[in-house]
Structure formats: C-alpha cells, structure tokens
C-alpha cells in the first residue's frame, strides 16, 4: 500500500482483475482497433461499482501515457477498460503503442474516491490545507480545468510547486490567482505491475 492511499478497498486478487483487464484490454486495442468490454455482472461487487480512475502506462520509469477520469460514470471494470486503451492509443501525448512495446509496459491503475471542495480564504490557507502525498488535487477557474493525481507528489514534493505546476497544467499562469478559483481534492488507491504479470494474473 502506497504513501498515497488512505486505505485499501480492493483485495489483492481483485487488483489482479483490475490490472488483467487493462492488460487485455491493450492487447485487444492492438488486434481490433478497439477497447475491450467487459461485462461487470461477471465480477465482484466492488469492480461493478461506478468508479472513477486513471490508468498510467510506463516504459523503463518512463511515461508512455495516462488517461483517466474524474467523475464515476460507469462501472469500475468497464472504466478501467476504456482507460487502458485510451492510455495506449488516445493520449495526444504519445503515438498509438505498437505491438512491439507491449512487452516492456508496466501498467499502473489509481482508482480516486468521490473528489469534494475546499474552502479557503487565500492561497497560503489552501497550501496550508493541502496533504503533500495523499490528496489529488483538481483546480477549476475561466473554464480552464487541470489534475494532479497523489503520484505526483513523488515529483513536486512541496505544496508551492505542486499548486503552481497544477495552474499551468491547467492552461492558467503559474502564478494565477482568483476569487474564483474553485479547488476539490480526493484519494486514489493506487496500484501497478508489469504486463506480463497482468496477464499472468
């Protein structure tokens, strides 16, 4: 369990479901052009509950694409899915994965808990509220929205530089400040192998 996690929701073999079906999903994307579908009734409870996620791809500690979501709009196990494959496929970042990268990849899954605001009176209040290496942050204002899931805590460690990384992620100056900047936090419970141990399990 990672610094980023509250606490567990998933058992250990649900996680191996979770990281199997991005796992399939991928190699299904690579011979159909197109995600795959599980059906939720075929697994537990907890993996056909809506859920909101993100999933990371990497290559040798580098980032190959993340994709992911904010609000729970379908089940768990369906949004992990459609988030494996847009990760590999549809990140405007990178080129659509090639068959012979899908050995290397390490996936990576960050299931966030319901986001809810913050209250703050200035931005030294809401870097003061802020918990370095557990909250996720979203930060909204003149239409422009951005996130930092809780991993990037491991790059931006100080609250200052997360927050200002964060606004210019969000298309604002990195120095931005408003009255009406809205700002929501949440959880993810984080977890990853390579994919050939996805497929494995």
């Known amino acids: 369990m990672s610094s980023t996690e509250t606490h567990r929701l998933y058992r250990a073999e649900e996680r191996r479901m979770l990281l199997a079906v991005a796992a399939q999903s ?40 993340c994709i992911g979501v904010l609000e729970a709009i379908r089940p768990l196990v369906v949004d992990v899915a459609r988030n494996a494959y847009a990760a590999a496929f549809e990140d405007p970042r990178f080129p ?28 030294s209040d809401l870097l003061g509220q802020i918990r370095p290496g557990i909250d996720g942050l979203i930060l909204e204002d003149r239409g422009r929205r951005g996130t930092f899931l809780p991993s990037v805590w491991e790059q931006l460690p100080e609250p200052a530089d997360f927050f200002e990384h964060l606004r210019h992620k969000a298309g604002l100056p990195s120095r931005y400040w408003s009255e009406t900047l809205r700002v929501s936090r949440y959880t993810t419970e984080s977890f990853g192998a390579p994919i050939a141990e996805s497929f494995s399990g």
């Open 26 to 65: 991928i190699e299904h994307g690579l011979n159909h052009g197109r995600p795959l579908e599980p059906d939720p009734h075929e697994y537990p409870a907890a993996l056909q509950a809506e859920r909101a996620t993100f999933v990371t791809l990497q290559i040798a500690g580098e980032l190959r694409g």
């Open 96 to 123: 659509p994965l090639t068959r012979a990268e899908l050995p290397r990849l390490d996936i990576h899954i960050s299931v966030l808990s319901p986001s809810e605001p913050m209250h703050f009176r200035s931005e």
